[in-house]
Each structure stands twice: as C-alpha cells, then as structure tokens.
C-alpha cells in the first residue's frame, strides 16, 4: 500500500503487540497508544501519573519525529486514565507539553484498565 508508511523508531519503545508505533496516511501521523516504557529496556518505568505522563508524551515525542512531524503538529489526542482522580496530576504534565492557545483537540475516559498496569495512556493524531 503505497498510500501508507509505517513508522518505527528505536526512539520509542517497540510496539508490544501486533501494532505499529505509527502510521502516515492521508498528511497525517496516526500514532498508537503509549505508556510509560523505556525505550532502551522496553520496562515499564511505574511511577505516579505525572511521571508516566512525561515518558508517554517523550515517548510519543520520538515516534513524531521518527514521522517528520512534532508535538506542535498534533491535531488531537486521546488520554485514557484509570481513574479521574489523576486527571489534574496529567493535565498539569500535558499543558507544558502543550501550551494553552496551541493545544490540539482531546479527549479525556477513565477505562478499567491499561497494559502494564499503567495509570495513563495517550495516543494522537498530528500533521505529517
């Protein structure tokens, strides 16, 4: 299919099932979910909601630009949370990631669970 490309990067950890870190199609970069994974090691790095958060959006960072693309560039994005309770605990990381003013779309569920035992998981939609 020549009106795709697979992304993949060492950059980030290697998917961990049968999905691909990112695809470009149709101008845009449609990154999968990530958690709090070292790249290096591909273990789960723990931690409170705001330091999975970070790696997460570090994380998503480096398939971006495995892309050719950025965090600027986002159009949207999804963030799943195992509870509410940690909603301002990650927003207060994603606002430095994303400015308000310049902060793309978002939506925001509490879902039983995520791999790993991860408190947070985000993927997005941005602009090859």
Do not use: W
């Given at each position: 299919?020549?009106?795709?490309?697979?992304?993949?990067?060492?950059?980030?950890?290697?998917?961990?099932?049968?999905?691909?870190?990112?695809v470009?199609?149709?101008?845009f970069?449609?990154c999968?979910?990530?958690?709090?994974?070292?790249?290096?090691?591909?273990?789960?790095l723990g931690?409170?909601?705001?330091?999975?958060?970070?790696?997460v959006?570090?994380?998503?960072?480096?398939?971006?630009?495995a892309?050719?693309?950025?965090?600027?560039?986002v159009?949207?994005?999804?963030?799943?949370?195992?509870?509410?309770?940690?909603?301002?605990?990650?927003?207060?990381?994603?606002?430095?990631?994303?400015?308000?003013?310049?902060?793309?779309?978002?939506?925001?569920?509490?879902?039983?669970?995520?791999?790993?035992?991860?408190?947070?998981?985000?993927?997005?939609?941005?602009?090859?």
């Amino acid at each position: 299919m020549s009106d795709r490309r697979i992304v993949a990067t060492e950059g980030a950890p290697k998917a961990i099932g049968p999905y691909s870190q990112a695809v470009i199609a149709g101008g845009f970069v449609h990154c999968s979910g990530q958690v709090a994974l070292d790249p290096a090691s591909g273990a789960f790095l723990g931690g409170d909601v705001a330091a999975q958060t970070e790696r997460v959006l570090r994380n998503l960072s480096a398939v971006l630009a495995a892309a050719g693309s950025d965090l600027s560039r986002v159009v949207k994005c999804n963030v799943y949370l195992t509870t509410m309770d940690h909603f301002a605990a990650m927003n207060e990381v994603y606002a430095k990631h994303f400015p308000q003013g310049a902060a793309p779309a978002r939506a925001t569920v509490a879902v039983a669970g995520l791999p790993k035992g991860a408190l947070v998981e985000i993927d997005c939609v941005a602009l090859a």
